[in-house]
């Protein structure tokens, strides 16, 4: 069992997969963060879609009971073309998810696009790029690397998460004018 202060703050980060999820937790304590542990769930052996289901709520929720993390932050699934996969997807990030709200835990889902975007300044960087940047910012050492990108891959979540925090909502933007003066008629008129 981990042990936190008050200031520190632990993000989950989950990369859903049928076959493979990954996992990755940050501790973040002000501005800075150092990797908690990284790592895959392998689902490859399960022989029914259903066994895999149960298997990643049952491991979603034991890292939860272990590292009591405050946030989850999730990866969207990317949209394919193949309706089976994508239904697959789906119900394996649900199921992570459910594990996370079944302990109160916030959940907040990012693009991959975006996470690639935050971590590297490129939204089309590749899976190596994003690990190779979060090894130097994060200092992990080779031997610490997961050699299996599914867990970069949540760290990255976990990382774009921790970017995010403390950030205000983006202001509601307007088309034009006309757009700015009519969702403001009620303070431009007194």
Known sequence: MLNKSKAEKIVLGVDPGTNVMGYGLLRVVGNKTDMICMGVIELKKYPSHYLKLGKIFERITSIIDSYHPDEMAIEAPFFGKNVQSMLK??????????????????????????????????????????????????HISKEEMDVQMDATDALGAAYCHFLQMGKPETEKKFSSWKDFAVKNADKIHK
């Open 89 to 138: 997807l789906g119900r394996a990030q649900g199921v992570a998810i459910c594990a996370a709200i079944q302990r109160d835990i916030p959940i907040t889902e990012y693009e991959p696009r975006k996470i690639k975007m935050a971590i590297t300044g490129n939204g089309a960087a590749s899976k190596e790029q994003v690990a190779g940047m979060l090894q130097k910012m994060l």
